[in-house]
């Protein structure tokens, strides 16, 4: 990155950082690959006012690998054909650190494929869609990407979360609760009429409910269960995740 690019970077993650001081359910958050000597870290001191003490934010020096299992790690990638409809309290979640005015595609896809490390998305084009004629874009800074979580984490309803990140002038509008298929919503709490939200939702027992028939079921990534533990920003330039 450009020294325009990494202050702007820095900026962000200061801004992580005052979204998690203030939340009710703070995360856990590492900077991970932060070297001393690099223009990054100097510009995230010259920025942020008492940076080297931040509460709650761990540096270091060391990729995310060299700190967390492979096992552990979720790769956060817009490219994942996995949506993220959970968070696993188990699960570490990597936020790349990088701005970029060139947005690449399948960079952070790509990478994450050659670790063999599991990926996901925020579930964006799930729950929200593009008004007709707009030209709004899903592109997120690294401190969208975090509040987005942060809210989920707090309020359990991406319906709620992804407005943070995704707010009505970048052109995206949240999708009618009946266009989504029925697993997002006993996901989200939302139980469609006749449908018992205490079974598995097997058989129809209205005639409401036959509409939700037949609709294909989200595909998410699997074993993501209900809090999490970690994130982490990666800060080296091979870790593209997220440009600005």
Known sequence: ??????SRLAGQVGRVHGANKLSERPFHVYLTSLVRSSMLYQECVRRNDGFL???GVEQTS???????DKEDVVYLSPDSPNDLLELDNKKVYVIGGLVDETVQKNVTITQAREKSLQTAKLPIDLFMKREP??????ILTVNQVFEILLKFYVTRDWRVALPVGLPERKSFVLKPNDTLPPDVLKQQGVFPPGYDKDSDWGEDTSEDSKEYTGRDTAKHSPDISERLNSISISTTKDNDDIAS
């Open 1 to 6: 990155m450009t020294q325009k690019e990494a």
């Open 62 to 68: 060391k990729h995310f690998l060299e700190v967390f």
């Open 53 to 55: 003490h931040y509460i």
């Open 133 to 138: 004629g707009s030209k709004g874009n899903k």
